[in-house]
């Protein structure tokens, strides 16, 4: 297993570097980077986008020649010569890219060009919202889930397993921004109950709390931004681990175990368990990181939560680059890293899986 990790491992470097050469390429060909940016706003224009929609002379400069970038009309070519000197645009674009990568190397991310904070700050500084909505909707999804789709398997077919089956249906079909707003409007002061803080991950009078009021106050802000970014999980782990369960069920050792006179509980929990959730497992890094990166842009704008969501969509609209790609880097490693932690929990799961052998 050691020689499989290490050769996993191996992989991180090559697959990071192909990510960074693709997004790195295509972001060269989109229109309205930084240096535009600040033209706009110097020019009053107020959205980078307008010049490239205010017809042929929004990119003539002051002395009348061609200019690369839109909404230059009017400013000296000095002052953009040194834009480009202060952003690196002054160099060939293979030249920024090496030079972005042997900082990469050194853990250096930059600095962000409109925020004058480094990109790791920045990460950290939002890291906690994203990890709240992440970690406890991917934990309460598999707490739920997985009880709940053992349960259907075992009672297959009944009234139970009818009405559970239409009800999480219905909240997978449910966006789950129209869920977040529903929450709000019944249980945050919109129309209904205020029993839930509209906003914020604590309240303004946090540190002056106990040890036990910091940790209340911190799920009471948490509960309705949580299960919004549940619910939709729930219908694909629930039936994914009937189906698993099912399966497994049908085969041939569980009738065996049953004819030595093995309780039904030692026959689900110490038999079929082990078998059905290999394919649950599988699925984990999935859940984790489509909640923790996907999902949290609407749900951090909708419960005004300044996390990882927001940063990410805030950097690509104001093409701040070093938050991008600094970003970028960062969950990509982290992704990979997830996945060599799911081959673990195969092998915590079942020590039957063998990679190595599997490989060879």
């Known amino acids: 297993m050691g020689a499989y990790i290490l050769r996993r491992l191996a992989l991180v470097i090559p697959t990071l570097l192909g990510i960074m050469i693709i997004n790195f390429a295509l972001v060269q060909f989109v229109p309205g980077g930084p240096i535009e940016q600040i ?3 110097v020019s009053g224009q107020g959205d980078v986008f307008e010049g490239f929609a205010g017809g042929g002379d929004a990119g003539v400069s002051a002395g009348g020649a061609d200019s690369d970038y839109a909404g230059a009309r009017g400013l000296p070519p000095e002052f953009i010569a040194q834009l480009e000197r202060e952003f690196g645009f002054d160099k060939p674009p293979v030249e920024r890219f090496f030079n972005m990568l042997w900082n990469y190397m050194r853990l250096d991310f930059g600095t962000s060009y409109f925020r004058s904070i ?5 990460v950290m500084e939002k890291l906690p919202v994203s990890i709240t909505l992440g970690l406890w909707s991917t934990l309460i999804a598999y707490a739920v889930s997985i009880p709940l789709g053992i349960r259907k398997a075992v009672n297959d077919g009944t009234r139970f397993d ?4 239409g009800l999480i249906i219905v909240a997978y079909a449910i966006p789950g921004f129209l869920f977040a707003i529903l929450l709000l409007v019944l249980f945050a002061g919109g129309s209904y109950w205020q029993i839930f803080p509209l906003r914020g991950l604590t309240s303004d009078n946090f540190e002056e709390l106990s040890l036990l009021g910091k940790i209340g106050d911190y ?7 949580v299960t919004a970014s549940t619910i939709s999980a729930f219908a694909t782990l629930t039936l994914l681990t009937k189906n698993s369960f099912l399966d497994e069920i049908k085969k041939h050792y569980v009738m065996t175990a049953r004819a030595k006179g093995l309780s039904e509980k030692k026959v689900l929990y110490g038999h079929v368990f082990r078998n059905a959730m290999l ?3 599988a699925g984990f890094p999935a859940v984790f990181i489509g909640v923790f990166f996907g999902g949290s842009l609407i749900i951090e704008t909708i419960f005004s939560l300044d996390g990882l969501g927001r940063l990410g969509f805030e950097a690509a609209v104001a093409r701040d680059y070093p938050v991008i790609f600094g970003t970028l880097f960062i969950f990509g490693l982290i992704g990979l ?4 932690l799911s081959d673990l929990m195969y092998v915590l799961v079942d ?3 063998d990679f190595e052998k599997r490989e060879g």
Do not use: E, K, N, Y
Not at 118 to 122: F, G, N, P, T
């Open 337 to 340: 890293v997830v996945g060599i």
């Open 118 to 122: 480094s990109v790791i700050d920045l």
């Open 39 to 41: 033209l706009a706003q």
């Open 351 to 353: 020590p039957r899986i």
């Open 162 to 165: 009818t009405w559970t089956s």
């Open 279 to 281: 394919i649950v497992i």
């Open 219 to 225: 799920f009471w802000h948490i509960a309705l931004p």
